[in-house]
């Protein structure tokens, strides 16, 4: 089991920027890919971003492309999502996740609020 811990949430202007870090531990060595999703009050969870943890290979949604970035460190076992032009709809609790194999992501962090005024 992989254990994620994401900081860097917070309140920011319209137009802002945010960088949202996950921190995994435990068998970090079988996680096959990370993402970022996310949940806005009174409506289901979206996928943002992911990552293939060994590959690097990227994928976002359309709502985010070109204003978020992902990363990671693979030494520091550790995931990044850059946030900039940030927009009053990217306001929601952010979660990252891993799997260790294409498909269900099956291990998640406990989120972070991100909040952005208008």
């Known amino acids: 089991q992989v254990q994620l811990v994401e900081s860097g949430g917070g309140l920011v202007q319209a137009g802002g920027s945010l960088r949202l870090s996950c921190a995994a531990s435990?068998?970090?060595?079988?996680?096959?890919?990370m993402a970022w999703f996310r949940q806005a009050a009174g409506k289901e969870r979206e996928f943002v971003a992911r990552i293939g943890w060994s590959n690097g290979f990227t994928m976002y949604a359309d709502s985010v492309k070109g204003r978020f970035t992902i990363s990671r460190d693979n030494a520091k076992n550790t995931g990044y999502l850059q946030m900039d032009s940030l927009k009053f709809e990217d306001t929601a609790v952010y979660y990252c996740?891993?799997?260790?194999?294409?498909?269900?992501?099956?291990?998640w962090g406990q989120g972070t609020q991100v909040t952005v005024s208008s």
């Open positions: 996740a891993t799997n260790t194999r294409p498909g269900t992501y099956n291990s």
């Open positions: 435990g068998r970090t060595f079988s996680m096959y890919s």
